[in-house]
Nanobody
């Protein structure tokens, strides 16, 4: 079992920045990747960014150059630095921990970007 606790969402204006944090606990030794997904109203959950234990990162095309994912392995925490936010970034953001046979999700944190 892995528990994920997210923080850092909020309401900002377009062009602003936010940083999301997600702290993992439990069977963290089994995690091989952590990342962020988001789900806007009426849409499917989509990948935002992921980072493997080896440091490989993957980003959605829509956030490349604006968002940066990073991990602090000593704190078992993954971060998402979001710059130049756009109204279309508005969504509930979910932290994800990937294990070999299962995935875990955080409770979600709302990010709202006003125009």
């Amino acid at each position: 079992q892995v528990q994920l606790v997210e923080s850092g969402g909020g309401l900002v204006q377009a062009g602003a920045s936010l940083r999301l944090s997600c702290a993992a606990s439990g069977s963290i030794f089994s995690i091989y990747a952590m990342g962020w997904y988001r789900q806007a109203p009426g849409k499917q959950r989509e990948l935002v960014a992921t980072a493997t234990n080896g440091g490989k990162t993957t980003y959605a095309d829509s956030v490349k150059g604006r968002f940066t994912i990073s991990r602090d392995n000593a704190k078992n925490t993954v971060y998402l630095q979001m710059n130049s936010l756009k109204p279309e970034d508005t969504a509930v953001y979910y932290c994800n921990a990937a294990l070999v046979l299962e995935w875990y999700w955080g409770q979600g944190t709302q990010v709202t970007v006003s125009s």
